[in-house]
């Protein structure tokens, strides 16, 4: 005879001591239980040059705060405060979308508690506080973004060493050091052909009279924007900004995977990945009206990443098309490695590639149309060739109109004096 009783309280013995048994990974640590917010809020002082989207995480929290709200600040203590919340959720997912010119608030994500910021501009600097809705603070950033005044390659490399060594020997005893902070070298965008690397080098200061509350890399450096520098060392508007160094690298391309089977292949053919030139690469389509601005962003990539363009076969380099290069050229790169067409022709409709740390990653076919019927600016140049038709039209009526008037007026009174005599 089977006991049902007994059979019970086995298995409900095993179930609880699986469950007092369980411990997490030692190496799994919750980062929020082992990390403590700090008592006082203080920030961490970073930059980063102007174009690049930046992810700032919130570091600690309590671990019943289920949900952030991201707060912003120009100056620390002023009434001006943003909030940045995504509580109704949050429809950017593409940097290309977002431009220069855009708010703030138009251009962030809040995911797993960071906040995303899309093509950061030099007014986006200033205080990030990671929070909630009723007020508490947990975690601080001081924000500095750079906009890179300068883009050194090879032949005027030398020509900036000698400058800065001559501005070192000439500068007067003062409380603070200014230098370039360089990142490492990025890896060769481009495998099998001629590619670049590119480094960006931050303004930093070096000082014994930085503020506290600010938290660096090291004790007595932080970056030229940052609000731990005193207002004293005039700073502030002193035009200090970020370089980009380019050099040229090359680097072989690893060895190619076995063939793919003939029903993969199918499926790659059907799902759109069948260009011979291209094999296994996503292909992106977008149509764009001429006549406007388009900006194009690798699909995948991410601040650290090296990244190239080509336009069919033909590499579309920095040490070309980097922006500020050429001032009449419709087509550039920024920092950030977006492709800019300002504006799109016919002629630019094709199939652009985009590489990521030297491996192709995306193929985007464009194609360009002309708008019929779209609604026209003030500014447009046919807007503006129209008004000043009817402008002079108009002028042309009025002197026309006044000189009958004048003429009649003049007619009536001869005809009166006329009449008198």
């Given at each position: 005879m089977f006991h049902w009783p007994l059979f019970v309280l086995c298995v409900w013995t095993l179930c609880l001591s699986l469950l007092t048994a369980y411990q997490a990974p030692e190496d799994k640590e919750d980062i929020f239980t082992s990390r403590a917010c700090p008592a006082f809020l203080v920030f961490d002082s970073v930059a980063y040059p102007a174009d690049m989207t930046i992810e700032l995480p919130c570091h600690c929290k309590p671990e019943e705060t289920l949900s952030v709200v991201w707060y912003y600040q120009k100056h620390l203590g002023t009434q001006d405060t943003r909030v940045l919340t995504d509580f109704a959720g949050t429809a950017i997912v593409d940097s290309s979308k977002i431009g220069r010119d855009s708010d703030l608030r138009g251009r962030f994500s809040i995911r797993l508690f960071s906040l995303i910021v899309f093509r950061v501009q030099e007014d986006d600097s200033g205080h990030y506080i990671c929070g909630t809705a009723s007020g508490e603070f947990f975690y601080g950033y001081d924000v500095d973004v750079q906009v890179v005044r300068q883009v050194l390659f090879s032949w005027n490399l030398s020509q900036r060493n000698e400058t800065q060594a001559s501005e070192a020997e000439g500068s007067p005893n003062k409380p603070f050091q200014v230098f370039a902070s360089h990142w490492p070298w990025s890896v060769c965008d481009r495998c099998g052909v001629r590619g670049e690397q590119t480094r960006v080098g931050l303004c930093c200061v070096m000082s014994e009279h930085l503020q506290v509350r600010y938290l660096h890399k090291s004790s007595n450096v932080t970056s030229c924007g940052s609000s731990a520098v005193p207002l004293s060392f005039g700073l502030a508007n002193s035009g200090y900004g970020a370089e980009l160094v380019v050099r040229d690298c090359h680097t072989p391309c690893p060895p190619k995977r076995a063939?793919?089977?003939?029903?993969?292949?199918?499926?790659?053919?059907?799902?759109?990945?069948?260009?011979?030139?291209?094999?296994?690469?996503?292909?992106y389509y977008h149509n764009h009206p001429v006549e406007s601005d388009l900006v194009l962003s690798c699909p995948g990539t991410k601040p650290q990443h090296a990244v190239a363009w080509d336009k069919g076969s033909a590499p579309l380099y920095r040490s070309q098309f980097i922006e500020g290069l050429n001032q009449s050229s419709?087509?550039?790169?920024?920092?950030?490695?977006?492709?800019?067409?300002?504006?799109?022709?016919?002629?630019d409709k094709g199939t652009y590639f985009c590489w990521i740390e030297g491996k192709k990653a995306a193929e985007i076919k464009l194609g360009v149309y002309s708008r019929l019927g779209r609604t026209r600016r003030i500014s447009d140049p046919e807007s503006l060739l129209a008004l000043k038709a009817i402008l002079v039209i108009y002028t042309l009526l009025t002197a026309v109109f006044l000189l009958i008037i004048s003429i009649r007026f003049m007619w009536n009174v001869s005809k009166e004096r006329r009449a008198s005599y």
């Open positions: 063939t793919i089977s003939p029903e993969k292949k199918a499926l790659l053919d059907f799902l759109g990945y069948d260009d011979p030139k291209s094999p296994g690469l996503p292909v419709r087509l550039f790169i920024d920092v950030g490695h977006h492709l800019h067409i300002r504006p799109v022709r016919l002629e």
